[in-house]
């Protein structure tokens, strides 16, 4: 197995940004990365090699979450503060408001979604993971992830047009 050090240079990037789509906080995120790769160390001779390193690590975070939403009671509400862009520093108020009901109505809309769905929009979009690394992540093929962000956008599509 390769050395631990090694793989925290590799693929924790990948797995910060994989994190960062499921809580769209920092702080949470980074310790939820710590966590991750603390349990990998703990755990790395039962890594049976049935699924990539990547794989294995994202779904140690997936579960760290969980838990922690579990433990908190904490719902999957996003701040939009948060994850705001700051590139329209000469908006008015009514504009500012108009972005923060859409991507409201955006996320809202995205949770709605089937949990493959919802998974694969979050690291396409807010992610901004390519094809191939989604699909490392899930453990599917980047033709399936692929698939299920454009059958997404059209779902997505379908309720704002309602």
């Known amino acids: 197995m390769q050395d631990m050090k090694e793989i925290y240079n590799k693929y924790c990037k990948i797995v910060y940004k994989y994190v960062f789509c499921l809580t769209a906080n920092e702080d949470i ?3 939820i990365v710590q966590e991750t790769f603390l349990i990998a160390v703990k755990n790395i001779n039962n890594f049976r090699g049935e699924c990539k390193v990547s794989t294995w690590l994202c779904q140690i975070s997936k579960y760290i979450w969980y838990k922690r939403l579990k433990k908190e009671k904490l719902k999957k509400d ?3 503060d948060e994850i705001q862009d700051e590139l329209f520093t000469e908006e008015t108020i009514e504009d500012s408001f108009l972005r923060k009901e859409e991507k409201i109505k955006l996320f809202k809309k ?5 949990e493959n769905t919802r998974n694969v929009m979050y690291l396409r979009i807010f992610g901004d993971f390519e094809y191939d690394e989604i699909a490392e992540i899930m453990n599917r093929t980047s033709n399936w992830a692929r698939v299920i962000f454009f059958r997404g956008k059209q779902k997505l599509k379908e309720e704002f047009d309602k």
């Open 78 to 80: 996003v701040s939009l």
């Open 29 to 31: 995120t980074e310790e």
């Open 110 to 114: 995205i949770q709605n979604l089937d």
